[in-house]
């Protein structure tokens, strides 16, 4: 999933060896421990601002994720 979204929305994977091995408590991170694959879409900006072309990319994530499961 991770992949796919990342081809379709230009974006990189940053995948951790275990899962909340960094952040605990996690929606995405208590998923995947229980066998429910999840994905965290995210578009990096600087703290309180929106870097040019940063939405564009985060609507692309979202879009990729709906077609990975045949929304639209």
């Given at each position: 999933?991770?992949?796919?979204?990342?081809?379709?929305?230009s974006?990189?994977v940053?995948?951790?060896?275990?899962?909340?091995?960094?952040?605990?408590?996690?929606?995405?991170?208590?998923?995947?421990?229980?066998?429910?694959?999840a994905?965290?879409?995210?578009?990096?900006?600087?703290?309180?601002?929106?870097?040019?072309?940063?939405?564009?990319?985060?609507?692309?994530?979202?879009?990729?994720?709906?077609?990975?499961?045949?929304?639209?």
């Amino acid at each position: 999933m991770a992949k796919y979204i990342s081809r379709m929305g230009s974006s990189d994977v940053i995948a951790y060896e275990t899962a909340a091995s960094h952040y605990k408590g996690a929606l995405e991170d208590e998923c995947n421990l229980g066998g429910v694959g999840a994905v965290t879409c995210e578009v990096v900006s600087e703290n309180g601002s929106l870097a040019p072309g940063s939405l564009e990319r985060s609507l692309l994530q979202m879009k990729a994720f709906l077609k990975y499961f045949n929304v639209i």
